[in-house]
């Protein structure tokens, strides 16, 4: 038998890429330490069916992990988790201090948890902190709603039916991001959200709490307290753009409830700081409904009889969110 060496190495050529397509495609198993993280993907026409995977994104802040539980039949739906103001470089704070990947391991929706972003509010700064000594100038906005959508296209998820959802600084990010992006979500969520950024004493609460959560400066967010930026990203102000748009809005009294069960001395000033918290969050939420009840734009309120500003308490407001989030993405 005649021996061809360039039809032999063809056939081996082709069978390592083919070995090495699949591997792109590997989801990392939950809780597996030590997995590989997947950093690019072929282009799909479905999502994959159900699993967890993480991957890394390029954007022009770096590459960005995310996690991501994929839709548990393939489907096109994504549900945005943003984090608090103390987001961690490892780990979104929903794949962790909830049970979401449970709540939703059985609906046809993926969870998208980007990672990092402390005291950012998921926006586009001006540039970087220069307090803390910030490299890169924070550009959430963009990643959330170009680069990200961009990359999740590439797996078989639409630009086009995507909800977002966040706590406290994540909520007020979540309506500001499905505000001025109707194409890309339809269903928006705040949790314990400060939704009436303008209020008198707000500019300087944020300030506060935003040197105390990493040291960042917020005149390098959006400028100083008279830059237009501030009203732009003020829910209370840019509520009309909300017409038509799917929400759920929720806060809690600050009174202790289940969640809150301190023992030691730290958890008793920590509990105290939580209730001041959720009680400045009642205040704006409220505002904020009148707000939109002035312009006759509907939207679901969930004002518990207590809970202050803590993650049981968001956990279980995610479960009673889930049949408007799954009715407006069609993602039953």
Do not use: C
Request: charged content about 15%.
């Amino acid at each position: 038998m005649r021996f061809d060496r360039p039809r032999l190495m063809q056939r081996l050529k082709r069978r390592l890429l083919g070995v090495s397509a699949v591997a792109l495609v590997l989801p990392v198993a939950a809780g597996v330490v030590g997995a590989s993280v997947a950093s690019a993907a072929p282009v799909a026409h479905r999502a994959p069916a159900g699993g967890y995977e993480e991957v890394f994104v390029p954007s022009t802040m770096g590459p960005i992990k995310v996690q991501i539980q994929w839709a548990a039949r393939g489907g096109d739906a994504a549900l945005y988790l943003l984090d608090g103001l103390r987001a961690r470089d490892d780990a979104n704070a929903w794949s962790f201090e909830t049970n979401a990947f449970d709540q939703y391991r059985n609906d046809n929706v993926s969870l998208v948890m980007p990672v990092g972003g402390q005291s950012s509010f998921y926006t586009d700064w001006y540039a970087p902190s220069n307090f803390n000594g910030q490299e890169i100038t924070y550009k959430w906005e963009t990643f959330l709603t170009e680069e990200l959508p961009a990359y999740l296209e590439t797996r078989g998820v639409s630009r086009h039916n995507n909800g977002v959802l966040g706590l406290s600084m994540g909520g007020s990010a979540a309506l500001t991001l499905a505000a001025y992006h109707r194409d890309q979500f339809k269903f928006a969520g705040s949790f314990s959200g400060y939704l009436h950024i303008s209020a008198p004493g707000m500019r300087e609460a944020i300030r506060i709490a935003m040197l105390d959560a990493g040291r960042y400066n917020v005149d390098s967010m959006w400028g100083p307290p008279w830059s237009p930026e501030w009203l732009r990203n003020d829910p209370f102000v840019f509520a009309p753009k909300l017409e038509g748009l799917s929400m759920y809005i929720s806060a809690a009294s600050g009174l202790p409830g289940k969640y809150d069960n301190p023992q030691k001395p730290v958890e008793y000033y920590n509990a105290a700081n939580a209730m001041g918290l959720e009680a400045l969050s009642l205040i704006n939420t409220r505002v904020f409904q009148l707000k939109l009840n002035s312009l006759n734009i509907p939207a679901t309120y969930s004002f518990p009889a207590n809970g202050t500003h803590a993650w049981g308490y968001w956990s279980d407001e995610l479960w009673k969110a889930r049949p408007q989030i799954l009715d407006a993405l069609g993602a039953w």
